[in-house]
């Protein structure tokens, strides 16, 4: 899911922001609430006093924003660096992709599922491609703000009525990726969309 996860962001304009460090002193409980929600786990640096401390020596929990940091010793100074997006946390990222996946299955495009490992496969166990994965992070940017007014490729060009409620949204952007499957010459398409 990282791969729809990465494109739904950069579609929604959630980027990273540089967090300030969150400093404790360890006595007794090895667990630390850490400040912002929505943090990358992979941007976290634990630094103990004063040098940094081996990645394997902590694990933080999304659900419950704590690092755990093992073999501390009373009186540790801890300080710890990371980064987290704007807007939403990776796992309500995930909840709109897998509602996307639905959405394309339901319109017959393509059958996805989300195996083990948080992989998207389709129904030959086969990865997306770069389109199906730019469709599926453009159905879930809908379904996260469904006042987008156009959307534009270099394949296709969609213009949305302000009065199309979001499931025609969805159809229009799935049938569009439809066609330009089918198509030999997609780069002319060209749609009547005079039935708003």
Known sequence: MN???NLLRYAIGDILKVCPPDCFTYTTSA???????????????VYKNGSVYSASNYTYSSTTGRITINGLTA????????????????????GYIRNALSWISSLQYKD??????DVILD???????????????L???VLIDGR?????????????????????????????????????????????????
Do not use: C, M, W
Request: proline fraction near 3%; hydrophobic fraction near 30%; avoid cysteine.
């Open 123 to 137: 129904s030959d166990e086969v990865s997306p491609t770069v389109k199906e994965y730019n469709l599926i992070a």
């Open 3 to 5: 791969t729809a996860r």
């Open 148 to 196: 987008i007014k156009s959307y534009k490729t270099n394949e296709i060009t969609i213009q949305f009525s302000n009065n199309e409620s979001i499931d025609i949204r969805i159809a229009k952007l799935v049938e569009a990726h439809r066609a330009i499957e089918l198509s030999a010459d997609y780069h002319n398409l060209d749609y009547d969309n005079s039935d708003d």
């Open 139 to 141: 159905v879930a940017t």
């Open 112 to 117: 996805f599922s989300v195996g083990s490992g």
């Open 75 to 94: 009186g540790d100074a801890l300080e710890i660096y990371y980064s987290a997006y704007r807007k939403y946390s990776d796992t309500e990222l995930n």
């Open 31 to 45: 667990s630390f609430p850490l400040t912002e929600p929505n943090i990358d786990s992979t941007t976290i640096v």
